[in-house]
Structures are given as C-alpha cells and as structure tokens.
C-alpha cells in the first residue's frame, strides 16, 4: 500500500504534473511516467498517482493494474527526491502485463524522468 503523505489526490496536481512545463515524460508501449518538481513543495514528501483510463479494459481490468502499479510505486517512492509529484499512466496495452513486465518497463522510465528533473544525476 502506499502511505498517504505519498498519495497524489487532487485533480489540479494531476494536471500540473502530467502538463507543467517544468516537468519531464518518458513512456512505452506499457506505461508513460510524468514527473514535476515546484518550489511549492520543496522539502515535502514525494508524490505518486496514477491514471488508468476506459481504454486500458473493464473496471475489474483497470483496478487490477492500479493495484499492481500502486505496489510497485509503494517499493520505490522513499528513493524518490523531496518535493517530486510523479504519475503514471497506463496504456491499454498494459491490461495484458503481469506485474514482472509493468516492473521491466516502470524501472527505467522512472529513473528516466527524475534523471530529467535533476541535472547533473
């Protein structure tokens, strides 16, 4: 489960992270991972959300992935850097992934994306 402090709620830190323009996107077939950094939120815990669409399959379909992304993020969120929001979204080919492949494909768009916001890293 991922902790609360962690958790990204609201529909306008949705938007500013997926279409800020301080931000940085990386994506695959599978996934596509947005990250943004703000000066708002310096020294604040990292933030995770997720966006699983219609597209990608049924409720039971879109619920299961959530859920597998959502551990997956739960893993690494304490790696992340103070103050980051970060969403991942998930294509509609993810609805056929197992969780080693969402693994395979997060891993290094997430590092990809903080690597963006951190010159230097």
Known sequence: ???APHRLRDRADF????????????????LVVHAARTDARAGCPPRVGF???????????RNRVKRRLR?????????????????VRANPAAADAVSSQLEAVLDPLWHKVIGR?????
């Open 51 to 61: 966006v699983v669409s219609r597209a990608v399959g049924g409720a039971v379909v």
């Open 15 to 30: 938007a500013t992270t997926v279409r800020g323009r301080n931000g940085a996107r990386a994506g695959s077939r599978l």
């Open 71 to 87: 551990a997956l993020a739960a893993a690494r969120v304490r790696a992340l850097p103070s103050g980051v929001d970060l969403v």
């Open 1 to 3: 489960m991922l902790p």
């Open 117 to 121: 916001l951190e010159p230097g890293t």
